[in-house]
């Protein structure tokens, strides 16, 4: 089955920094890829979002960039907050099937 | 408009009791999915609705697991005979699109029912 990493497991930023998360993700079939942010007892709440034909995308503070050959892609959030402290999931999914395969979560801390 | 919701928020259950998961996803969205989160733990897929058809189930983890739609809004998630390795989030997500759309697919998430069996 698909296999999903993510890379650090936890990262821990001063505020006005900078945050990369990496995700590794094994199907080869994959064509859209999300990132989800999860706050302490809410559920996840889609942040960022790109399809396979498409290599960067970006929203504010926020950007995605996409390898498809190496079969990675990576969060990028930039001058961070306090408010960005939370675990974020990757969810690479496979186009047929709907259904999202969660990498297995950072936990962001940023330092006031 | 209103988002995702799911009742109970929490629920403590003694093993071997019944349990039912209440899912209201956005109005008017076709698909309809269940993950469960362990603590710690990114959510996995259990089970997938479009409308009223349960077109994928095998993330289900065992016959005890049974999730249905019956109207093809509202869904619910009957664990029957509970055990202590059930216990985890359950998450409900509901997209505007029908399986294999590329547009309007983004899936929304409910705040999760928190299941701790005894």
């Known amino acids: 089955g698909e296999n999903v990493e993510q890379h650090p497991s936890t990262l821990s930023v001063q505020e006005g920094d900078s945050a990369v998360i990496k995700c590794t993700y094994s199907d080869s079939a994959s064509n859209y890829f999300p990132w989800y942010k999860q706050e302490l007892g809410k559920g996840p709440q889609l942040i960022i979002d790109i399809r396979s034909n498409v290599g960067e995308k970006k929203d504010q503070r926020i950007a995605v960039t996409l390898n498809k050959t190496a079969k990675h892609f990576s969060l990028h959030i930039t001058e961070t907050q306090p408010e960005d402290s939370a675990v974020y999931f990757c969810?690479?999914?496979?186009?047929?099937?709907?259904?999202?395969?969660f990498g297995t979560g950072t936990l962001l801390a940023v330092q006031p | 408009g209103a988002g995702v919701s799911q009742s109970p928020r929490y629920k403590v259950a003694k093993r071997g009791q019944d349990v039912a998961l209440r899912c209201d996803p956005i109005?008017?969205?076709?698909?309809l999915f269940w993950y469960q989160q362990a603590l710690g733990q990114g959510p996995e897929f259990l089970t997938y609705f479009q409308n009223e058809a349960q077109l994928d189930k095998s993330g289900l983890p065992s016959d005890r697991f049974f999730a249905e739609r019956p109207e093809g809004s509202v869904s619910t998630l009957k664990i029957q005979r509970t055990q202590q390795e059930d216990s985890a989030v359950y998450l409900c997500a509901s997209s505007l699109a029908p399986i294999g759309w590329t547009l309007q697919e983004t899936q929304y998430f409910g705040p999760g029912t928190r299941l701790l069996v005894l």
């Open positions: 969810a690479p999914r496979r186009g047929a099937t709907n259904k999202l395969i």
């Open positions: 109005s008017g969205h076709v698909s």
